[in-house]
């Protein structure tokens, strides 16, 4: 799915997605939960394995 695809779906604008995508910003669990349901997958497939 295209950033663009996956913004229109969500409801989230493509700049936003982008800069979550590289690592500029920030999202909230809201945030990371709705791009999660869209996805159709669990919000911790979206976040990175914890360091140790």
Do not use: W
Not at 30 to 50: D, E, G, R
Request: charged letters at 15%.
């Amino acid at each position: 799915m295209s950033q663009e695809d996956l913004a229109e779906k969500s409801g989230i604008y493509r700049t936003y997605l982008s800069r979550i995508e590289n690592g500029v910003a920030n999202p909230s669990i809201m945030v990371l939960a709705t791009i999660a349901c869209t996805l159709k997958v669990q919000i911790q497939s979206l976040m990175p394995p914890p360091e140790g």
